[in-house]
Structure formats: structure tokens, C-alpha cells
């Protein structure tokens, strides 16, 4: 029971402390495609071609094809559509950007004491994730409400025990309140209400990569890479909960609850997380393609977990209106917001790749990635993510990653096409939830020493999603739809 109460009625018909979960890791474990636009149209497919800038983030060894020099800038405009539904009723939204795709430039020269052999050293930029998106799911909460997520999370806690993120922003704004020690909320989910969620995210990861790469006798190719990843992550979002039917009145719970002046009953609520996530990471890549024939390259690569350090600035915020009028706000941490600082430890990952040319006129290109996303993990100091880390063990799985691209040379110009299969984080392949797949293709254009390379590239992908916690509200569906193009222009020296 709050201070500020006048009379008691008895009617007639008697989140978590920290922003960081499992989500983090797995966002920052997945990286897709980037680079220049020849790679991009090829659906990232390079890992036993070598000789394009994709491959110092990719296969290092391919660094090592590299026989003259070369410097190239990549950028584009890239659109995502999100159809999102929820219990019925569907929503769209779109996002616009002109994404920064990549950056290469290679120095390449013959061995002074074995002419036949070569050595090349490279530095890249390559974009491996874009977090811009927009989504707006709506719906009636079919007789649920997050209300009962508030009274589930302070069962059994004393009030100063409340998180402050979540309940106890709840009880400030009085959505819970207390009689007799028991909990209950002025929401009553017996009624139908109108829920929304907005989502806005922003941001980048965007890789630095410094190579070398080394060739024997154009027969064995082998590379490393020393890649410095950078993480700048916005995210914020909004739900809301109206009764929108004026239908929760004071005198029409079935349950005890306290009349404060100037409230009445349940009017509508609002709940927003804002964070943004920076900071940098480090990793080793190891590479090698063999030149089994003139028609066939064999190539393998190993990355090893990549280690974040990461800064969170956040604040959570709750506003509630009642039917007379009264409306309450409050926000954790108060005054700016708070900061914590943390790490996330990627999965290492395995690929192997299979090329086949015919002369000068054209390649096919695979690439099959292994990478089991359960041996993610969150890490501070002290420790606070053991109950985080076990949800990732018991949740995710190992999964795969396919990607196939053809290029065709009809001199002065170049046809390509691609396919790729991101697997889902749980374990599905090709099809199914959280699988994403890419259709691509482009053309380049080559004179003399200069080139420009158009690519375009289509992705699609479904997740489910719960706008709190599952067990209290019905699942929304999300389906993604991003198109891309690309330009790069760039120079042999």
C-alpha cells in the first residue's frame, strides 16, 4: 500500500537489473557477408578464390592470390522491411540507410630468394553486421497483460527488494501496489486490452583487418588475419498497454484494490529500454587454399572466438495514466542513466570451401561453415552472467552456413550470382525460424588498371517474437526483408 492513499474499496465482484541476456551474445556472435561488391554479389563466397578484399575477414589465405597490388572503396543503400503480427493484426514498417561497406587495400611482391614464390600484406574494413531497423507490432492482448509479469517477478520480494528496472518501476508509477503484503495490480487483465511495441535499432559492426598472406609456387596459399571488430549497437524500444475501451473502471474489479484521489482505474501504460552498446574486440583468423588443379582450389579456414570488451549506457522508464487523470513516471538509474562494462566471447568457427574455374571465363565457389553458438558466453567482474551462460548452454545449438557464388568473365564485363544459408542460432538449417537466406547478383566493369563492381543482394528471414516475457503474452511474428545494393570502385596498382 502506497502513503498517499484516501479509502480502500472492496468491489462487488471480490525485468531483470541488467540489459545484457543471452540475445547480446548471439547478436554479436552472427556476422554476415560485406566487403566489396564483387564478393557481396557472389553471396560472400570467396573462401578458395582468394583475391578480393572480403577474404581478409573471410579466408585469410586468400591475401595470398594476390600478384599486384590494389585499393577499393565500398558503399551502398540498403532498404529492410518488417511485417510484424500479432494476434491478428499485421504491421509494417521500412528503414532506409547508406551503409559503409568496405574498405581494402593490398601490397603484393615477389619473393627476392625464391622468385617463384610471393608475399602480400593487406588492410581492410569490412561490414560484417548493420543493426538498422524499424518494427511496430500491435494487437489486443487477448485477456493477457504484462501486469501479471509485474506480480510474477515481485512474488515473495519485500518492496525495496523490487528490481528497479522493471517491477519496481511498476510499483513506483502504482501499476502494482500492495494489500495486506499481497500484490496486485491496478491492470486488470480480465479485460481485453489494446498492446504495441516499437523497436528502433541503429548501428554497425564494422571489422578492421590487417593480413599477410603468403604463395608457393601458385600451388599453396596461406594467410592470417588479425581482425579488430567494433561494436556500435542502438537499441530502444517502447510498449505500451491501453485500455482502450474504457472498459477497467474502479468499481468493476473483482478483487480488493486501494481508491487513491485523482487515479480511479487502469487507463495506459508505457515501459521503454534504451541502450547503446560500444566498444571493440580482437580475433585471429588462420587460412589455407591449395591449387589441387588449374580447375580446382581447396581452401580452409579457422576463426578463433572473438573477445568483446563492451560498454552498456542505459535507462528504463515507466508512465502510467489513470481514468481521473493522475498520471506517474518514473526512470532507473535516475539522473542520466547508468553504464556497465562487460565482455562477450564469440563462438569459434570452421570453413571449408571448394572452387572450381574454367580458364579465364568463370567460377563457382562454396563455402560450409560449422559453428555452434552454445559455447557463447557473457563474462564480468565479479561474474554476474552464470545464469546467462547456462541459458545459453541449454538453449542454442551448433548449426551450419552455406554459401555458393558464380562469376562469369564476358570481357570487359562480369555476370555473377549467389546463394547463401545463414543457419538459426537453435540449430535449423535452410529453413525454419531465425534462418536467413540471401539471393544475390551483379555485374562489374574492368579498364585497364580501374574497376567498378555493382552488386544486389535480397534477404529474407522469420523470427517469433515476445514482447515480454513468454509466458504471459501471445507470440508475435516477425518476417524480414532487406534489399542491398552495392557499389564499389576501385584501382590495381
Known amino acids: 500500500m502506497k502513503l498517499l492513499f484516501s479509502t480502500i474499496i472492496f468491489c462487488a465482484f471480490s525485468l531483470p537489473l541488467m540489459s545484457q541476456n543471452d540475445m547480446d551474445a548471439i547478436r554479436y556472435s552472427q556476422?554476415?557477408?560485406?566487403?566489396?561488391?564483387?564478393?557481396?554479389?557472389?553471396?560472400?563466397?570467396?573462401?578458395?578464390?582468394?583475391?578480393?578484399?572480403?577474404?581478409?575477414?573471410?579466408n585469410p589465405a586468400g591475401i595470398g592470390v594476390y600478384r599486384k597490388g590494389e585499393i577499393n572503396y565500398s558503399f551502398g543503400i540498403r532498404v529492410l522491411a518488417i511485417e510484424a503480427s500479432h494476434n491478428g493484426t499485421l504491421s509494417k514498417n521500412y528503414k532506409a540507410n547508406m551503409p559503409f561497406d568496405g574498405f581494402t587495400l593490398v601490397g603484393a611482391w615477389d619473393s627476392k630468394l625464391q622468385p617463384d614464390n610471393h608475399h602480400a600484406l593487406g588492410i581492410a574494413c569490412n561490414q560484417l553486421a548493420n543493426y538498422n531497423g524499424n518494427v511496430t507490432i500491435e494487437g489486443r492482448s487477448n485477456f493477457k497483460s504484462i501486469a501479471n509479469d509485474f506480480l510474477a517477478n515481485a512474488e515473495g520480494k519485500s518492496i525495496k527488494n523490487l528490481d528497479n528496472s522493471y517491477t519496481g518501476l511498476a510499483y513506483e508509477t502504482y501499476l502494482i501496489d500492495t494489500i495486506d503484503a499481497a500484490y496486485y495490480s491496478l491492470i486488470n487483465p480480465k479485460y481485453d486490452l489494446k498492446q504495441s511495441q516499437s523497436i528502433e535499432t541503429t548501428g554497425r559492426n564494422n571489422e578492421w583487418c590487417f593480413s599477410y598472406g603468403y604463395g608457393y609456387k601458385d600451388k599453396f596459399y596461406f594467410g592470417a588475419t588479425l581482425g579488430v571488430p567494433s561494436i556500435n549497437f542502438n537499441h530502444n524500444a517502447v510498449y505500451s498497454e491501453i485500455d482502450d475501451k474504457d472498459s477497467i473502471r474502479i468499481d468493476n474489479y473483482d478483487y480488493s484494490v486501494w481508491y487513491y484521489s485523482g487515479m480511479g482505474g487502469f487507463k495506459s501504460l508505457s515501459y521503454q529500454e534504451t541502450y547503446k552498446t560500444t566498444g571493440n574486440g580482437c580475433n585471429l583468423k588462420l587460412g589455407a587454399i591449395y591449387r589441387v588443379a588449374d580447375f580446382i582450389r581447396l581452401g580452409a579456414s579457422f576463426h578463433s572466438p572473438t573477445i568483446y570488451n563492451l560498454t552498456d549506457t542505459y535507462v528504463y522508464k515507466m508512465t502510467a495514466s489513470y481514468d481521473e487523470g493522475e498520471s506517474f513516471s518514473s526512470e532507473y538509474p535516475p539522473d542520466n542513466g547508468g553504464t556497465f562494462n562487460y565482455k562477450v566471447i564469440t563462438p569459434m568457427k570452421f570453413t571449408g570451401s571448394l572452387a572450381l574455374l574454367y580458364q579465364k571465363m568463370g567460377a563457382i565457389n562454396i563455402d560450409y561453415d560449422i559453428i555452434n553458438y552454445r559455447t557463447a558466453s557473457l563474462q564480468s567482474s565479479p561474474q554476474e552472467f552464470t545464469g546467462v551462460n547456462n541459458v545459453i548452454r541449454n538453449k542454442y545449438s551448433q548449426t551450419s552456413n552455406l554459401r555458393i557464388g558464380a562469376e562469369a568473365n564476358l570481357k570487359p564485363m562480369f555476370i555473377r550470382l549467389g546463394y547463401a544459408m545463414y543457419g538459426s542460432p537453435f540449430g535449423e538449417t535452410f529453413k525454419g525460424d531465425f534462418v536467413k537466406s540471401f539471393y544475390t547478383g551483379g555485374v562489374g566493369f574492368r579498364r585497364a588498371?580501374?574497376?567498378?563492381?555493382?552488386?544486389f543482394s535480397r534477404a529474407f528471414s522469420k523470427a517469433n517474437h515476445y514482447m515480454y516475457n513468454s509466458a504471459y503474452v501471445d507470440k508475435s511474428t516477425l518476417k524480414n526483408y532487406g534489399t542491398t545494393i552495392g557499389i564499389t570502385i576501385g584501382s590495381k596498382f
Do not use: E, P, Q, T
Open 31 to 58: 556476422s554476415y557477408f560485406g566487403g566489396s561488391s564483387r564478393s557481396k554479389a557472389m553471396a560472400g563466397s570467396f573462401g578458395a578464390l582468394g583475391a578480393d578484399g572480403s577474404c581478409l575477414s573471410g
Open 449 to 455: 588498371k580501374m574497376y567498378v563492381d555493382i552488386s
